[in-house]
């Protein structure tokens, strides 16, 4: 079975501050998908991020970048120099490669940056 | 990627009464979903949309419940039959496009209230 847990309910900073969103999965495939996706307060699921089981390298896209570890089942996610535009729920979500290629997501973390 | 679009963007019901919620895609993709989200849980999969077949629901959900139609590759239907206060909550449509990433964009969402 195939399971994300995303330990951080809520996350509080202040703007400028860097943050890092905690995401660890269990899957018994030997290759799958891990995804990002923010869901900002109007409810719309907005893709950010996806990594293959094969490529650990980090990536970083702005002020967004991500930690892939396989060896400790861990996809963190960071924001470099929080803005208030930051706040939303964000989901960290896992896939097969193969088959219906359902997602299963973590719990999600709140993230509210005030100014 | 590909743009999806959902009607109603939110609605208010009766106890009892049924709602069916379009999902348009501006573009042809392989596979269609749709979701729940809870007030203030994680994203749940409802069933995978086959074009021209039954859908594939997922353990916990019946299609007597929430039947679901996809009469081709860009439209699909949800409809929550039956309702009651238990069934407020957003409901999301996303669709794969063909390749290999995987990736699901979603809808806007649907809120339903159920009073």
């Known amino acids: 079975a195939q399971k994300v847990t995303q330990a951080q309910t809520e996350i509080s900073v202040v703007e400028k501050e860097d943050v890092t969103l905690d995401c660890v999965y269990e899957t018994r495939d030997t290759t799958y998908y891990l995804f990002w996706y923010k869901q900002p307060p109007s409810g719309e699921l907005v893709f950010l991020i996806r990594r293959n089981s094969f490529d650990e390298q980090n990536e970083i896209s702005g002020r967004y970048s991500w930690n892939f570890q396989k060896s400790t089942s861990s996809f963190n996610f960071t924001i470099t120099a929080s803005q208030v535009v930051d706040s939303a729920v964000y989901f960290c979500?896992?896939?097969?490669?193969?088959?219906?290629?359902?997602?299963?997501f973590g719990t999600g973390t709140r993230l509210l940056v005030s100014p | 990627s590909a743009v999806i679009s959902q009607k109603p963007s939110r609605d208010i019901c009766q106890r009892g009464t049924s709602l069916t919620i379009q999902c348009q895609v501006d573009s042809q993709v392989t596979m269609m979903f749709w979701y729940r989200q809870q007030p203030g849980q994680s994203l749940t999969l409802i069933a995978t949309?086959?074009?021209?077949?039954?859908?594939?629901?997922e353990s916990g959900f019946v299609i007597d419940k929430f039947p679901i139609s996809r009469p081709n590759l860009t439209f699909s239907t949800l409809t929550v039959s039956n309702m009651s206060p238990e069934d407020s909550s957003i409901y999301l449509c996303?669709?794969?496009?063909?390749?290999?990433?995987?990736?699901?964009?979603f809808g806007p969402g649907t809120r339903l209230t159920v009073l």
């Open positions: 996303s669709g794969k496009t063909s390749g290999n990433y995987n990736e699901q964009f």
């Open positions: 949309a086959n074009q021209g077949s039954e859908a594939t629901y």
């Open positions: 979500a896992l896939s097969p490669p193969t088959g219906f290629q359902k997602l299963v």
